[in-house]
C-alpha cells in the first residue's frame, strides 16, 4: 500500500468533509422510515477495492459515522459493512486484499469486514480474457450484491467520481452513442448485471424479517406495489462521489493519512479501452472540447452531457406524470394481464408548440409513458426507446399532432393490435353496458372514454425456445451437491428462480422424478384436460375452464406457468392454484409463487389487482 503522493495534492483542492459528504449522500438516498415514525437504522455497504477512489469513500463514510454529523432530525443511526473485492487478476491480489480488510477493520469504524473473491471459470486466466473488463464487472457486481442481500443490506455504495463519468462518455461517444446515451452515470440505480438473482435484482423484500420488512426506504421504496403475491426489494447502488474530482478525494485520503493500492493493471492503455482513455486525459493527449484537466466541467462534452441528463430528467417526470393519471381497470397478476385506460395523448412542456422541438420531446415522452407500461406484464429487463417509436404512436394515434381531433374515422383507420417488448397490445372499445368515467386521475390530463388496452404477455413464437427451469429430484440434487457444492443444482431445489423474467417461483421436489417449469401450450393444456376426464376428475376439469376463461382467455392462457412431468403431463398449474398430483401422493412437490417487482399508476385500488395466492 502507497502513501506517497499527498504534497503535490493538497494544493489543488480542499479535503471534504463529513457534513458535506452527508449533504451530497442524502441528494441521492432517501433515509428509511419505520412504521412507526421512528428514524430506522441506515444500513450501507460500502464496495471496496483498496484503491484511492475506493479508499476516499469508506474514509468518508466512517467519518461520517465516527463524527455523527448534523443532519435532519430524522436520521437514525448509522451501520457501515465493507465489501473487499479480490478480483485474482494478479497473483499480488489476494495478499492486497487481506492488507485492506485488515487496515479498514484496525483503523476505520466499519461494523463488519468481508472478502468476496471472484469465481472465475476453472482453469480460466482472467488477465488474458479480452472481455476481461466486462466479466469481471458483471462477476463484481454478481459478489457484492449476494453479500448485500445475505447481510440484508439495501444500499451499495461506490466510488465512481467525475472523472470516472468523463471516461463513461468518451467510451459511448467511441462506440457511436448519441443523444440521451451521452447522459453520464446514473447516481443512483438497481445493481446492474445481476439478472434472475433472487434478493439482489428487484426482490427479496418478503424473505426479509418483519422487522425490515416494515421499514419504508429500506428495501422498498414507496412506488413499489408491495401487497400479498408481488415481489419487491432488490440492492441498490448510489454513487456520492458523482459530485467530486479525483484531486478532491486524494486531498481527503492525505489529510485523513488512510493508504491505497495501486492496481498497475488500471495504468495500462493496452489492456482495455477504459485504461486507453484514462491514459489520454491523464496526459492531456485530447482535445478541450472532450476533456480539460484544468477545468474539468468547460468542456463542450461535459456541457452537453450535463444539457442531456437535464432533459432526461424532465422527459421523465412528465412520462410519470402521465402514467400516474393512467387508470388500471384491472391487473390480473395470475396471467400477467392489464387492463388500462391511458391518456388521449402524451404532452411536453414547451413555450412555443409549433416548434420543431414540440413533436420530438412529445415522442420522447410518449415512448417512456408506454415503456413504463409495459414494463408491467412484458419479461424483458429493458426495452429501448427506440424500439418503441411504432408502439408509442399506435397507442397515441399520432404523436406528431396530438391535438388533432381525434374522431371516430381517425381511430378506426388506426392500428388496434401490435407487439412490442414481448408484450401483445389490443385496443377494445369500452362496452356500452360498462361506461366509464371520463374523471381523470390527474389534472390536467385527459383519458381516452371510449377505448381500453389490454397487455398481455406475447404468445411464444414455436421456432423459439420456450422459457424453461428444470428442478432435479432430491435425492439427485443432493448427489450433486456432494460432488460439487457451488451447482446450481442443489440450490434449485429450495431458491427462488425467475420464470420467464415474470414469476418468481420456488419449488420443493421430494419425489424421485425430475420435474421442470414450462409454458402451459396448446397440447399440454388439451392433454391436461383429457386426463382429468380420463380420471374421472370431472370437478377439477369444471374448475380448470372456468378458471382459465376468466383469467386468461384467448391465446394467453398459453403464456402462464406450467409444473409439468418428465413425461410432459402437467403436475401444477401454480398461479391458478391448481394441483393435479395425485398420482405422486404421498410425496407431492411443494411451490410457491409471486409476481414479478412491478410499478403500479398510484391511483390503483386493491379491488382492481387479481393476485396471486403465495402460498
Not at 24 to 49: E, N, Q, T, Y
Not at 144 to 152: E, M, P, S, W
Not at 575 to 597: E, H, M, V
Request: hydrophobic share 35%; net charge positive.
Amino acid at each position: 500500500m502507497s502513501l506517497g503522493g499527498f504534497a503535490k495534492i493538497k494544493s489543488l483542492a480542499a479535503p471534504l468533509s463529513p457534513n458535506t459528504f452527508l449533504r451530497d449522500l442524502l441528494k441521492i438516498w432517501r433515509p428509511p422510515v419505520a412504521h412507526d415514525g421512528h428514524p430506522a437504522p441506515m444500513r450501507f455497504a460500502v464496495a471496496v477495492s483498496g484503491g484511492s477512489d475506493s479508499m476516499a469513500l469508506a474514509t468518508l463514510c466512517s467519518q461520517m459515522k465516527q463524527s455523527r454529523v448534523q443532519g435532519p432530525a430524522a436520521l437514525g443511526s448509522i451501520v457501515l459493512h465493507a465489501f473487499i473485492v479480490d478480483h485474482r487478476a494478479r497473483p499480488e491480489s489476494t495478499e492486497e486484499a487481506k492488507r485492506v480488510e485488515t487496515w479498514l477493520r484496525q483503523h476505520l469504524a466499519f461494523d463488519t469486514t468481508r472478502i468476496l473473491t471472484l469465481q472465475w471459470p476453472h482453469g480460466t486466466d482472467p488477465s488474458r480474457l479480452p472481455n476481461f473488463e466486462t466479466e469481471a464487472r458483471r462477476l463484481r457486481y454478481q459478489a457484492l450484491g449476494q453479500a448485500c442481500f445475505n447481510a440484508q443490506i439495501p444500499s451499495l455504495l461506490l466510488g465512481h467520481h467525475k472523472e470516472d463519468e468523463k471516461e463513461t462518455l468518451l467510451m459511448r461517444l467511441s462506440e457511436g452513442y448519441r443523444g440521451e446515451g451521452l447522459r453520464g452515470i446514473s447516481p443512483e440505480a438497481g445493481i446492474p448485471d445481476c439478472p434472475g438473482m433472487y434478493g439482489v435484482s428487484d426482490s427479496g423484500g418478503r424473505y426479509l424479517p418483519d422487522s425490515a420488512q416494515k421499514v419504508v426506504g429500506s428495501w422498498f421504496s414507496s412506488d413499489e406495489y408491495t401487497k400479498p403475491g408481488f415481489e419487491y426489494g432488490g440492492v441498490k447502488i448510489y454513487r456520492p462521489l458523482m459530485y467530486y474530482t479525483k484531486p478532491t478525494l486524494m486531498t481527503t485520503l492525505g489529510a485523513a493519512g488512510v493508504p491505497w493500492v495501486n492496481d498497475p493493471t488500471n495504468l495500462d492503455p493496452k489492456l482495455s479501452k477504459r485504461n486507453a482513455i484514462r491514459h489520454l486525459m491523464q496526459h492531456d493527449l485530447l482535445p478541450h472540447a472532450l476533456h480539460s484537466r484544468e477545468e474539468p466541467d468547460s468542456s463542450t462534452l461535459s456541457i452537453v452531457s450535463r444539457n442531456i441528463r437535464q432533459q432526461f430528467l424532465r422527459r421523465n417526470d412528465q412520462a410519470d406524470r402521465l402514467f400516474q393519471a393512467c387508470k388500471v381497470i384491472v391487473f390480473n397478476a395470475k396471467s400477467g394481464c392489464l387492463d388500462v385506460r391511458i391518456p388521449l395523448a402524451p404532452t411536453a412542456d414547451s413555450q412555443d408548440e409549433n416548434d420543431a422541438g414540440w413533436t420530438v420531446e412529445k415522442e420522447f415522452i410518449a415512448a417512456r409513458l408506454v415503456r413504463q407500461l409495459l414494463s408491467i406484464v412484458s419479461p424483458l429487463d429493458y426495452t429501448s426507446l427506440q424500439s418503441l417509436e411504432l408502439a408509442s404512436k399506435a397507442m397515441f394515434f399520432n404523436v406528431e399532432d396530438a391535438d388533432a381531433d381525434l374522431s371516430s374515422t381517425t381511430r378506426k383507420k388506426s392500428i388496434t393490435v401490435f407487439t412490442a417488448g414481448d408484450v401483445l397490445c389490443r385496443r377494445s372499445r369500452v362496452p356500452e353496458d360498462r361506461p366509464v368515467s371520463n374523471g381523470n386521475s390527474t389534472e390536467g390530463v385527459r383519458l381516452d372514454p371510449d377505448h381500453i388496452w389490454r397487455l398481455s404477455r406475447q404468445p411464444y413464437y414455436a421456432k423459439l425456445p420456450e422459457p424453461k427451469r428444470d428442478i432435479p429430484d432430491v435425492q439427485s440434487a443432493i448427489a450433486t451437491a456432494n460432488r460439487d457444492p457451488d451447482n446450481m443444482a442443489i440450490r434449485s431445489q429450495s431458491s427462488w428462480q425467475l420464470w420467464d423474467g415474470r414469476y418468481w417461483i420456488r419449488i420443493f421436489n421430494p419425489s424421485p422424478r425430475d420435474i421442470r417449469i414450462c409454458p402451459l401450450d396448446v397440447e399440454r393444456h388439451n392433454g391436461l384436460k383429457r386426463r382429468l376426464k380420463e380420471n374421472r376428475q370431472y370437478r377439477l376439469h369444471k374448475f380448470l375452464s372456468r378458471a382459465v376463461q376468466f383469467h386468461a382467455p384467448g391465446r394467453t392462457r398459453y403464456t402462464m406457468p406450467a409444473i409439468v412431468s418428465a413425461e410432459g403431463d402437467v403436475l401444477a398449474l401454480p398461479t391458478l392454484g391448481i394441483d393435479t398430483q395425485s398420482q405422486w401422493r404421498p410425496q407431492p412437490l411443494k411451490y410457491r409463487i409471486r409476481y414479478k417487482k412491478v410499478i403500479l399508476p398510484a391511483s390503483v385500488t386493491d379491488d382492481a389487482v387479481v393476485a396471486l395466492n403465495e402460498e
